[in-house]
Nanobody, 124 residues
């Protein structure tokens, strides 16, 4: 019943900025924290950023702090990932997910629903 749909991916050049959006179905969106993960080609899925249910707390992978930000709009059931100064190593499929624990932000086991992903490719 819960459906998450990512959008906004595409091909960009190194140094560019890009914003991804995740649209969630259902009326309980505002009760759950959300996150973005990514999977580079040939590599394992990794944590990117998370935001609590109210939007008042955010969490980031250490290597991405200051370069990526996350936000949500509970009136629209959306969560966005704003990426700046993109690098070729940011190339990946980006996924949004819903957190059911209210904790364990970087742990994929804390997330119960996942979107299908959107491709981001950064050229050098």
């Amino acid at each position: 019943q819960v459906q998450l749909v990512e959008s906004g991916g595409g091909l960009v050049q190194a140094g560019d900025s890009l914003t991804l959006s995740c649209a969630a179905s259902g009326r309980a969106f505002r009760l759950y924290g959300m996150a973005w993960f990514r999977q580079p080609p040939g590599k394992e899925r990794e944590f990117v950023a998370a935001i609590n249910r109210s939007g008042e707390a955010t969490y980031f992978a250490e290597s991405l702090k200051g370069r990526f930000t996350i936000s949500r709009d509970n009136t629209k059931n959306t969560v966005d990932l704003h990426m700046t100064t993109l690098k070729p190593e940011d190339t990946a499929v980006y996924y949004c997910a819903r957190n059911y624990r209210g904790s364990g932000w970087s742990d994929s086991a804390s997330y119960e629903y996942w979107g299908q992903g959107t491709q981001v490719t950064v050229s050098s």
